[in-house]
């Protein structure tokens, strides 16, 4: 017997998770179904309890719980992006659920039942912040060559944009002699062309190159490599509703969280606010005192 905390997918509903009981195999990141207000809808699993603890709870509810309905037999996220949704709910003290629907793009969520199965991970890596403030031509100079580099190990490069418009003439500049490896993703695309183009990005055996925007830093790309932000200071990346999560957070929570990620790279305009948010972070990389007074230097040049 399992105890499983939900976060359900309808409007009008808790904002808060709720809580059911399956004696099914399930793991946090399964889509399951679920019965609310007398209809069957979809939840998230966002964590299991089970053994004896999940019998003390049972026990010890003052409500009947309900059962969940059926398990839907494959993994959408991962553990990864389930606990960058914890540390954003914890760091603007809002509801996990309303999070998580301003965290992943509304095209993902009116689709999960279609998703395929997430991949394995392989063995945790370092992961490293660095800073770069320069031209667009210097900036795309340096995206090729990270993106060279990852591709020569058979690696994956995920570049976040602020908003739709940032797409095209990011790949126009740095897709020559690759242009065969890029995907790209935007709230705007259609349902038939973000189908084709998500099962394209995780099915390729081969690396890839993904210029997106900020909703799709969650893909689960089991070989990406670096994680390239561009244009930090751009207001895009904040949203526009309650709680207005920021995704340049998210993105630098992302990579300590993803097991082949190894870089972040943020570009461009870091603005006073940035210093603060690279020095919190600097607590959790592992920088020598060379590269964190290159990082405080860059910073405190805009």
Known sequence: ????????FAKNVFKEALT????????????????????????LVTHVESGEKS???LKESQFALKKVTEVLPKQIFNEAFLKTVSHMSDYYASYPSLVLKQMVP????????????????GVREESMIMTIQAGHEDRHTHYRNCIR???????????????????????ENIHRGIQEHFVTFSPKIAKKAFEKKWSEALGRKDPIVIIATAGFFMIPRHDLRSIVLDQEG???????????????????????????????????FVSRQSIRRVNRNIKNTRLSRTEHSRMLSTCAST
Not at 33 to 40: A, D, F, G, V, W
Not at 107 to 117: G, M, Q, S, V, W
């Open 106 to 121: 509304q095209i993902i969520l009116k689709n999960l039942a279609t998703f395929p199965e997430l991949k394995q991970e």
């Open 234 to 268: 751009h207001s895009g990346y904040v949203a526009i509703q309650r709680p207005y999560i920021d995704m340049r957070e998210a993105s630098k929570a992302m990579p300590k969280r993803i097991i082949s990620c190894s870089s972040l790279v943020i570009s461009f």
């Open 1 to 8: 017997m399992k105890i499983v905390t939900v976060i359900p």
């Open 149 to 171: 580099e990852n591709l020569a190990q058979k690696k994956s490069t995920l570049i976040i944009v602020p908003n739709t418009q940032a797409i095209k003439p990011l790949q």
């Open 20 to 43: 059911y009981y399956t004696s099914k195999k399930v793991v946090a990141g399964n889509v399951v179904k679920i019965s609310l207000r007398k209809k069957e809808i979809l939840g």
């Open 55 to 57: 019998k003390t709870i």
